[in-house]
């Protein structure tokens, strides 16, 4: 089996993706898009994406949004680190980890906005985020500065968005290896985002198990937070795999996850102000913002209905099947029963994620 | 493992077929065709496909086509019952099957006609094709009845066809289960074909296996045939289930492949003249011809290049999982070792085959 999957890793990337994302100085015609991107389940970054949006020139400025937004409430995700869907150490037991959501607060805008700019490590990371169709509904006042839908998408798929969400954080705010059951289309307004993609069939590669789910509770006259267990206890299957483990944590993260670290590279994509990046549906995505700690990232995201087809009957066909290699024997005094290398994938029914953090 | 691949089956039946192939009634836009059928890899049927086309009211008579092509000489299939590119009994071991190709020949057009007229079962079949493009080439004195490709499917593609192929035979010929690695546009003109599909998921109920290769010798004045193994020693990769065995021998192929017989049936769809069938690239399909004696099955079909993407990717690994369910006890004592149940699909480097016989 071991053989079989490196074959299968190596001929993706060999017979439709080459080493790098595709880079289009504009957008492709629907049937380009459809045909070369879709088809394929293949990404592309597009360059030169929204140039007519003012937003591009509107939004970069605070005091532009703040003033349109004034009266708006809208949700700020808060966590003590920045990463939210992210595994953290369990409050339960030290040696294991779970699955950590952000405290969510509806407050309004411009204070949602002094949040982010105050951000710190350590304090508190806000990140004005809500995936639930968050910019036709929360941000509804912005509509007139970019576009309700991609045209040459919406042609191609042949629907429109089934949610378009905004994102505002600095650069503490990163997204935890994941994958979503959309075609999405990621626009970037200001900042920049930095993608790591990996293709579906690398499933085994990002040892997604279950891990126990809990959730961040904030309070606001201490600015402390305390992590929760979920109560009734639930489980969410994720990928373990941190791709930016801290300088102590590194080796035995390679231990850990040696088919990750040793296999092939991840394609990275960063994604400046004004483009446009295509992150095919099923595609492992994990996400960091602009590093400059001046400035913002903000971004619209369209998600599209994906195609529940062949590719997804092929990727499930490919999940079931248990495989992971030997563990390494250094690692098994290793308490932390939800990372042990000899599971095999879970089939417990899932707490459907997809509509957590998403970058 | 039994259980993913069953799993695999069935959900690719739920998830985009139905329990029929859809069924248009005039050909679709481009992105239609892109987005509903050629991106889930999913077939269709076209009713009113090619009203406009002349060939559909001249090529039924005979007369015509003797007429234009008197002086052209084309390629005659030749077997001693109708199937080519098909599993018939080992010339040196009358216990074993081999994979026989046709004997062929190169006559004048009124005379190759002649012999398919006169097609007998034990006599001679003949079979006008040739999947080398033939129609643009042997045929091409017939090129103003059709056209030189399918207009909205060479915009959703991108491409003209690779080759373009006629089929003239009567209810002998029949074409044995197998893939092609394109895209097929498949229309019938006069008559009709009848195809058994069945997607690429379905790999492991075809048991392929590698057989020996021979050829059909025939001697014109003798009328006999013999089979010759090709020399030196060739093997093909190629399906081992005849779908439509005689009553003796149904219960033995029923034992001997049980994936097939037992497993969810093939879909069925007779393509009838002035229609088109739309086969998604690596679908395995079986196609036999009007059963009328007194009419010709007359048919022209577009290849297109195939994208060799994720899901080819995908195939190639489901297929390199070796699977197959406890041999019947019953036929052990069978020498028949190239199909054994037991075996594995082989990883023998493969003749390509891809443009034999066709249907």
Redesign the interface.
């Known amino acids: 089996?071991e053989e079989?999957?490196h074959?299968?890793w190596d001929?993706?990337r060999d017979?439709?993706l080459s080493t790098a994302i595709d880079c289009l100085p504009t957008p492709p015609t629907?049937?380009?898009f459809?045909?070369?991107y879709?088809?394929?389940?293949?990404p592309c970054l597009i360059a030169a994406a929204v140039p007519h949006w003012p937003a591009l020139s509107l939004w970069p400025s605070n005091s532009y949004l703040r003033s349109v937004l004034s009266d708006t409430d809208v949700s700020v995700h808060l966590t003590p680190s920045g990463k939210a869907d992210a595994l953290v150490s369990h409050p339960g037991d030290p040696s294991a980890v779970c699955f950590a959501s952000a405290a969510v607060r509806t407050v309004a805008f411009p204070e949602a906005l002094d949040l982010v700019v105050a951000s710190k490590e350590g304090k508190a990371v806000a990140y004005l985020q809500q995936q639930n169709d968050c910019f036709r509904s929360e941000y509804g006042a912005l509509a007139a500065d970019c576009e309700e839908e991609i045209p040459w998408a919406s042609?191609?798929?042949?629907c429109a968005p089934e949610a378009v969400n905004l994102w505002i954080g600095n650069r503490l705010s990163e997204t935890w290896f994941h994958k979503d059951h959309y075609e999405n289309l990621y626009v970037v307004i200001a900042g920049e985002k930095r993608f790591l993609l990996l293709?579906?069939?690398d499933v085994h590669r990002m040892y997604v198990r279950d891990y126990q789910a809990a959730r961040y509770r904030y309070c606001q006259d201490s600015g402390d937070f305390t992590l929760e267990l979920e109560d009734p206890t639930a489980y969410v299957p994720w990928c373990s795999v941190d791709p930016c483990p801290s300088f102590e944590e590194e080796q035995r993260e390679i231990k850990k996850f040696p088919l990750y670290f040793n296999g092939p590279k991840p394609f990275e994509v960063t994604v400046k102000a004004g483009e446009m990046l295509y992150l095919p549906s099923m595609w492992f995505h994990h996400v960091q913002q602009s590093q400059d700690d001046s400035v913002l990232t903000i971004a619209i995201n369209y998600w599209y209905d994906m195609?529940?087809?062949?590719?997804?009957?092929?990727?499930?066909?490919?999940q079931?099947?248990p495989y992971s290699p030997p563990a390494d024997p250094s690692l098994s005094k290793n308490k932390d029963s939800s990372l042990d290398e000899s599971d095999i994938i879970s089939d417990r029914p899932s707490i459907d994620t997809s509509c957590n953090e998403d970058g």
Chains 1, 2 share one sequence.
Not at 38 to 42: A, Y
Not at 307 to 317: G, L, S
């Open positions: 089996m079989a999957l074959t299968l001929e993706v017979l439709s629907p049937l380009r459809l045909r070369h879709v088809l394929p389940n293949k042609e191609a798929l042949g293709p579906p069939t195609q529940f087809d062949i590719k997804y009957a092929y990727f499930n066909f490919l079931s099947i």
